[in-house]
């Protein structure tokens, strides 16, 4: 939160070469976050084992939720894959990662071998599936602890990328250096399906201050029972072209067109998220969905950063680093949150 802005971890920022990567285990090349919402997957796999060319092939599997990326690492000798699922579709999932073990080392291996493959999962799905990977690859999910890594995905990131953190204020993106010296104490907001706001102290000292259940599971599951949109996607695109003021009540809707000045409050502020629902003879059906979508967007995103601006406070932190999949890469998410904070 410098200068009051907010600041916004982009995860796929290019890692330098001096990262750390010791304790990295090569023969547990897939590692899970099973979330609420969704699965996130990454797998490593050598310059010789030929996954590149099925990971290509899985590229672009369209309607199934995935989107793939990779990223090369030659000090690593390799390429880290990275791809997502919505939990909901983990067969889908499983799929992939049945089709996509012949490339990866293990597939090389003896199936003896094969039985000793370990992947590192962690999010709540790692206890509710472990039985289920059990029974299909017959491997052991070794779970980690999902706040534990959080942090210190963060804190690595945040050390080892240059420029890894960016402010998004009124449509422009730029991006802050951080000195790794000067790093801690922070607010490490988490927007997944719920959110979380983790104070950061060091490297696994941190505590969880607060959060809400007002999240990204929130949009997606109201706004799918409000526009009857199908996909996540679908809806933030749809909440881009609405209007929020066609239901929103604002203060100059209650003001007669002004501001109200004394106590700083614009004629444009909201002044009650779905207000004008309540004075008008309307049903859901007369409201077009994408100005629900778009005022739905703007209720939680202003809520999130009005409650992480209030624990930033609360606990005197000058910097609130934001991410989850609810911010990324949708930058008017990330406007309005820092609409919030700044407000
Ligand atoms: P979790 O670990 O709880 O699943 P994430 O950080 O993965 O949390 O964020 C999940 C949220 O991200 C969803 O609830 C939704 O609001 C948002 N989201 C962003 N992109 C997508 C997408 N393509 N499909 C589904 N949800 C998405």
Redesign the pocket.
């Known amino acids: 939160m410098e200068d009051q802005s907010c600041s916004i971890v982009e995860i796929e920022g290019n890692l330098s070469s001096n990262c750390d990567f010791d304790s990295y285990d090569h023969n547990s090349p897939w590692a899970l976050?099973i979330?609420?919402?969704?699965i996130?997957l990454v797998y490593f796999c050598g310059e010789d084992s030929g996954l590149e060319k099925s990971s290509e092939k899985s590229v672009g599997v369209e309607g199934v939720?995935l989107v793939t990326n990779s990223k090369n690492y030659p000090f690593l000798n390799g390429k880290l894959h990275f791809a997502k699922f919505?939990?909901s579709k983990i067969n889908e999932c499983l799929d992939f990662i049945e089709s996509n073990l012949h490339g990866s080392r293990c597939r090389d291996q003896e199936v003896s071998d094969k039985k000793k493959l370990m992947i590192k999962a962690t999010?709540g799905g790692a206890y509710k599936y472990a039985d289920l990977f059990k029974e299909k690859f017959g491997v052991r999910l070794d779970k980690e602890d999902e706040m534990d890594c959080l942090v210190a995905g963060s804190n690595f990131l945040l050390k080892a990328v240059p420029c890894e953190t960016f402010t998004y204020i009124e449509g422009q993106k730029e991006f802050v250096k951080i000195d790794s010296n000067d790093l801690f104490p922070y607010l490490l907001v988490n927007i997944?399906?719920g959110v979380s706001m983790i104070k950061v102290d060091g490297d696994g000292k941190f505590e969880r201050v607060s959060g809400t259940s007002v999240g990204?599971?929130t949009?997606?599951g109201l706004g799918r029972l409000l526009t009857k949109c199908q996909s996540?996607?679908d809806l933030l695109e749809l909440s881009h072209q609405g209007n929020n003021r066609v239901i929103d009540m604002l203060v100059g809707d209650i003001y007669g067109g002004s501001d109200y000045s004394k106590i700083g409050l614009s004629a444009t502020t909201i002044a009650s998220s779905f207000g004008k629902a309540i004075s008008e003879k309307k049903e859901l059906e007369d409201y077009k969905p994408e100005d629900v979508a778009r005022s739905l967007l703007r209720l939680i995103s202003n809520n999130i950063g009005q409650i992480a601006y209030l624990n930033a406070l609360r606990y005197g932190l000058k910097r609130i680093i934001f991410g989850?999949?609810?911010i990324?890469s949708h930058e008017y998410t990330m406007d309005t949150i820092s609409v919030g904070v700044q407000f």
């Open positions: 976050d979330g609420g919402s969704l996130k939720g919505e939990t999010g997944g399906s990204g599971g949009f997606w996540f996607d989850g999949f609810f990324r």
